[in-house]
């Protein structure tokens, strides 16, 4: 009787002949970091880093260069107005901040976690529809996989190309969300624990995927709905075959919260002795957290925040305030139960939410949830509106620049024509989630007739 190991070398044996080496994807990658070096060397000044779009209060390289000038001149980095970031990120960045490498090292590990994770889910759902008798309904005989697709999708987007060359901290942070997702998916608790300590401790909304990483760690990878597989059990129990039980792994889920306590407490102190010169820890939960939560800060970006507390009276803020922030809260458990058997797919589900209704999104944001959108390649091959996405996020993407210019520089718009594509801009990310849930969930009632006809065979 094979090992649970020997049926996984087989897979990873026979999906390296289906989709063949890494040879394709280490030479579009290499090309990917060559053309982002060529960007950030060019002569001229593309001017990235001063776009709405790219840099946002939270993620500006600038606002971290002044936050970086205070410390050197030993002052609190929050004494101004300008840095809302994490101490360690100042620490790290602060002598970066010219043309620094490090954005384009933080997409290419980003790219290859985002591989690495696509394979892992890859070989344990080709394993699933293989217990399921459904694999030669659901072979990819594709050149690629869908995880090299997904990590050559992340590197060439345009979003990600321009919040790297434009030097936004997003890459960054997107890099230890990624981190958090393929440590969740590999079962290496310490690792998604450190993951997500980070990606929370720069960003806040990350903290929301604490729930798709516990399934991730307790179920293991995306598979079929669980009832898939207690029906082909039922139906087996007559030939006498043994039967597997999907159960629940609180061991890995402890050693979870063990290293997430371990790792948070180690954030905290490292921050604490980053600013116990010139400030608290209680400053700086009041400079990012404070300063996220209440959206201090209304300058133009591609949200729908920015305009509607410009517009808002003071007296009715804080309700609007509750309002917005608990719209990604009540989504939470009822796409948890939803989709508890995909939790990497209910992971893309919240980052895509918290990246429409965030207090400062950009475009780094966007390219985060579009390249582990190809990790499910194969279970929304039947998703609509698929081209019309598409043209709406290349008609917002050149049109948004157009309108700030018009209404900054110009002078002959208003600030309507700019938020007029944030508006847009939302409403085709709503129908992108829209339309993936509802392409997940076909698919898996596609499985569960297939199954079912087999049984019945």
């Known amino acids: 009787m094979p090992t649970a190991n ?18 394709g994807f280490t030479r579009w990658a290499v090309v990917a970091v060559i053309f982002r070096l060529a960007l950030i060397y060019f002569p001229g000044n593309l001017n990235l880093s001063s776009r709405p779009e790219v840099s946002t ?29 994490s101490p360690l990120l100042l620490s790290v960045l602060g002598p970066l901040t010219v043309k620094s490498l490090v954005f384009v090292l933080a997409d290419l590990i980003s790219s290859i976690l985002i591989r690495a994770t696509g394979r892992k889910l890859q070989i344990a759902y080709r ?84 729930i798709p990483v516990i399934l ?15 029906s082909k059990e039922h139906g087996k129990v007559g030939d006498g075959k043994s039967s597997q039980e999907i159960i629940f792994s609180w061991r890995r889920v402890f050693h979870l919260l063990v290293w997430t306590s371990l790792w948070s407490v180690y954030v905290l102190v490292l921050c604490s002795i980053s600013v116990k010169q010139h400030g608290s820890l209680q400053e700086m939960f009041q400079r990012t957290y404070g ?25 009715f803020r804080d309700f609007f305030l509750i309002v917005f922030h608990s719209n990604i809260l009540f989504m939470i458990l009822p796409l948890a139960i939803r989709l508890k058997h ?21 475009v780094g944001d966007s390219a985060l949830y579009l390249g582990l959108l190809g990790l ?18 290349v008609g917002v993407s050149l049109l948004s620049p157009v309108m700030h210019n018009l209404w900054i520089w110009r002078g002959t718009g208003n600030a309507n024509f700019y938020y007029a594509t944030a508006m847009a801009y ?8 829209v339309e993936s849930v509802s392409s997940m969930l076909n698919h898996d009632r596609k499985l569960t007739k297939l199954s079912t006809s087999k049984l019945q065979k």
Not at 60 to 68: D, T
Request: hydrophobic share 45%; with cysteine; proline share 6%.
């Open 291 to 315: 300063f996220i939560l209440t959206v201090e800060d209304l300058s133009p970006n591609i949200g729908v925040l920015w305009y509607f507390f410009a517009e808002v009276f003071d007296f």
């Open 342 to 362: 995909r939790p990497c797919f209910l992971a893309f589900v919240y980052i895509a939410i918290s990246s429409m209704l965030k207090s400062y999104p950009s």
């Open 376 to 393: 499910f390649l194969d279970e929304l091959a039947d998703m609509q509106f698929s081209f019309f996405l598409f043209c709406g996020y």
């Open 57 to 85: 209060p939270l993620t500006s390289i600038r606002r971290l260069a002044e936050g970086y000038w205070l410390k050197q001149s030993s002052m609190s980095p929050y004494a101004g107005s300008m840095y809302h970031g």
């Open 216 to 230: 991730l760690l307790g179920y293991g990878p995306d598979a079929p709905p669980s009832k898939l597989f207690r």
């Open 6 to 23: 020997t049926e996984e070398e087989n897979s990873k044996s026979e999906l390296q002949k289906n989709h063949g080496g890494g040879g």
């Open 426 to 433: 939302a409403c085709f990310q709503i129908v992108l989630v």
């Open 127 to 210: 394993k699933s529809l293989k217990s399921l008798n459904l694999l030669n309904k659901s072979t990819d005989s594709g050149a690629l996989s869908s995880g090299d697709i997904a990590a050559l999708v992340y590197l060439w987007n345009p979003f990600t190309i321009v919040a790297c060359v434009g030097l936004s901290t997003s890459p960054v942070e997107n890099l230890f969300t990624i981190l958090t997702l393929y440590g969740a998916a590999t079962g290496l608790a310490p690792l998604a624990a450190f993951g997500w300590v980070m990606a929370t401790h720069l960003s806040l909304y990350p903290a929301i995927l604490i």
